[in-house]
């Protein structure tokens, strides 16, 4: 049984306050819309610190690299999944060994991972993704069996 858009935005509002009890939308004013909306996806959610290193380092692609903004988005344009995967592993290991902002365009590491993200996710939707990622394997099973289970 698959749970439908509704169902897993009731259990989250249900389980996302930490163990206090059932979090319910509250609303200050009886407008119907407020009820409606409610029930919509809540893009506000996205915490702003996040969306604005993104944004910086989208802008750093799109115009300081020349890229242009979705560039991806072209006609005959498609990119390839695993140049971004290794674009964020980039990121990511310079942001782990202490690094914050990347060095070519002064932009925090999660930015461009976050950017790397978006891309990838928009593509795909687009249709201009190339799935390039290697044959399953089992990456998932091998770090369930080093999890420790005390």
Same mark, same amino acid.
């Given at each position: 049984?698959?749970? /439908?858009? =509704?169902?897993?935005? %009731?259990?989250?509002? /249900?389980?996302?306050?930490? *163990?206090?009890?059932?979090?319910?939308?509250?609303?200050?004013?009886?407008?119907?819309?407020?009820?409606?909306?409610?029930?919509?996806?809540? +893009? &506000?959610?996205? @915490?702003?610190? *996040? #969306? +604005? $290193?993104?944004?910086?380092?989208?802008?750093?692609?799109?115009?300081?690299?020349?890229?242009?903004?979705?560039?991806?988005?072209?006609?005959?344009?498609? #990119?390839?999944?695993?140049?971004?995967?290794?674009?964020?592993?980039?990121?990511?290991? =310079?942001?782990? =060994? &202490? $690094?914050?902002?990347?060095? =070519?365009?002064?932009?925090?590491?999660?930015?461009? #991972?976050?950017?790397?993200?978006? #891309?990838?996710? %928009?593509?795909?939707?687009? &249709?201009?993704? +190339?799935?390039?990622? @290697?044959?399953? &394997?089992?990456?998932?099973?091998?770090?369930?069996?080093?999890?420790?289970? %005390?």
């Amino acid at each position: 049984m698959t749970a /439908n858009h =509704d169902d897993m935005y %009731d259990h989250h509002l /249900n389980h996302v306050n930490c *163990g206090h009890g059932p979090l319910e939308p509250k609303y200050p004013d009886n407008n119907p819309k407020s009820a409606a909306g409610h029930k919509k996806l809540q +893009i &506000g959610l996205i @915490p702003s610190a *996040g #969306i +604005i $290193e993104q944004a910086k380092a989208m802008s750093f692609g799109a115009y300081d690299h020349g890229y242009g903004p979705y560039n991806w988005r072209g006609k005959n344009v498609t #990119i390839s999944t695993m140049v971004y995967i290794h674009a964020m592993l980039r990121h990511i290991y =310079d942001y782990i =060994d &202490g $690094e914050d902002l990347a060095p =070519d365009s002064a932009v925090n590491h999660l930015g461009h #991972i976050a950017a790397c993200c978006d #891309i990838i996710l %928009d593509a795909k939707v687009c &249709g201009n993704l +190339i799935d390039d990622r @290697p044959p399953h &394997g089992k990456a998932s099973e091998l770090l369930e069996s080093y999890t420790r289970k %005390d």
